[in-house]
């Protein structure tokens, strides 16, 4: 099944849909969607967000959800040092 995730300008992810509801809800516009997340919602800042969409295929909703949980791991081992890394001087 395919999905269109939402990530941020730093590549979080914020929002995934699925195709049947980009369909329904934004029309199979992939860039309609990503103007949705992009403008924050009354009352707040009327600067627009950057970020992008990205379109993913899994066989399943779980097998989504273990993408989207296991996307900051990366980040975390290196900063939290839980990963083989020694720092740098440049």
């Given at each position: 099944?395919?999905?269109?995730?939402?990530f941020?300008?730093?590549?979080?992810?914020?929002?995934?849909?699925?195709?049947?509801?980009?369909?329904?809800?934004?029309?199979?516009?992939?860039?309609?969607?990503?103007?949705?997340?992009c403008?924050?919602?009354?009352?707040?800042?009327?600067?627009?967000?950057?970020?992008h969409?990205?379109?993913?295929s899994?066989?399943?909703?779980?097998?989504?959800?273990?993408?989207?949980?296991?996307?900051g791991?990366?980040?975390?081992?290196?900063?939290?040092?839980?990963?083989?890394?020694?720092?740098?001087?440049?």
């Open positions: 099944m395919k999905y269109y995730v939402y941020d300008a730093y590549g979080h992810a914020r929002q995934a849909i699925s195709a049947t509801e980009l369909a329904e809800t934004y029309q199979n516009n992939p860039n309609s969607f990503l103007d949705a997340m403008h924050r919602k009354s009352g707040e800042d009327a600067k627009p967000i950057s970020g969409v990205g379109t993913l899994f066989n399943s909703q779980k097998e989504l959800q273990d993408y989207l949980e296991s996307l791991d990366e980040l975390n081992g290196f900063y939290e040092a839980e990963a083989d890394n020694r720092p740098y001087n440049f």
